[in-house]
């Protein structure tokens, strides 16, 4: 079946300008993950969505990061203003409400490139 | 603030050995993770440990989990080129999602 579909692959943006991150995850997963991974910080969590609960934004670096799910599918990650330090491969990831032993399947992810 | 912390982080061996990755983490947790990456790839799953003392095996691969020393292995039996991969553990923080923590990740390489 589909996976974790995530667009674009990669993006070149110059810094101060805003970029947009898509995920459409797993048909039936209810829980959706942003994941960030540098070489500098290695893998790291950044916003969670479960249903339509208020998303868990614990992770996320500064508040120029924002996400959005719509209507309990497809995610938009937005970074407003990049930073040089944004740059990162930003992976997506889903799975079942509550089965720890479900674990995530994550996306290909986008790799974001700040110059 | 939990802590995972893998060693070695890189590792070169020759085909038809033996070999263990270890996942030290700091805080009380009972959810690990093992996940592979290729390069250029997202992360795959490989093992869910649940509970102390889970043991799970998948051809050349065992992992197994400790709660109580906070620590899991990944073992390699009998290795070949194709295990050739990045591997990572990942800890549940234990705040009702799957926020995960993840070590730094084994680079191993396997030569014929």
Known sequence: ????SQSPSNKVTEKGKDVELRCDPISGHTALYWYRQSL??????????QGNSAPDKSGLPSDRFSAERTG?????????????????VYLCA???????????HFGNGTRLTVT | ELKV??????????EGK?????????????????????PGKSLESLFVLLSNGAVKQEGRLMASLDTKARLSTLHITAAVHDLSATYFCAVDAGQGAQKLVFGQGTRLTINP
């Open chain 2, 5 to 14: 912390e893998q060693n070695p982080l890189f590792l070169s061996m020759q």
């Open chain 1, 72 to 88: 309990g599918s497809v995610s938009t990650l937005t970074i407003q203003r990049t930073q040089q330090e944004d740059s990162a």
């Open chain 2, 18 to 38: 033996n070999y263990t990755i270890y996942c030290n983490y700091s805080t009380t947790s009972d959810r690990l993770y093992w996940y592979r990456q290729d």
């Open chain 1, 40 to 49: 500098g910080q290695g893998l790291e969590f950044l916003i969670y969505f």
């Open chain 1, 1 to 4: 079946g589909a996976g974790v």
């Open chain 1, 94 to 104: 889903s799975s079942y409400i509550d089965r720890y032993n479900s674990p995530l």
